[in-house]
């Protein structure tokens, strides 16, 4: 019976585990693929489909230090840059860290 009951306790431990594992790699995957669409955009130079991964209230901050609030703001900045100095540049993401919730507040755009 002891053994039993040890073996289904085991059993309950590594099932939520899963489920808050698959639930943490989902979030993670959001958070990955809204930063590859910025890239896919930044790299077309068209930011006309924004709305599908930022917020309204996007909080972007540039390669010099600069930090334009709201999505509108943001690609009207962002459309200037790139018919100007970054024209013709594309970058390339080589490596990607997602912190966890604790760290790092991440909310999905709302559509």
Partial sequence: MKAATIFLLAI?????????????????????????????????????????????????INPFGGRTRGRSATVSDLNRVHSTFLKGVSDTVEEMDVASKKKLAYRPPEI
């Fill in 12 to 60: 309950s431990v590594l099932t939520v585990s899963s489920a808050v594992s698959a639930q943490t790699s989902n979030k993670e995957n959001e958070v990955r693929k809204a930063v590859q669409s910025f890239y896919d955009a930044f790299n077309t130079h068209g930011f006309g489909k924004a709305a599908e991964f930022t917020r309204d209230d996007w909080n972007h």
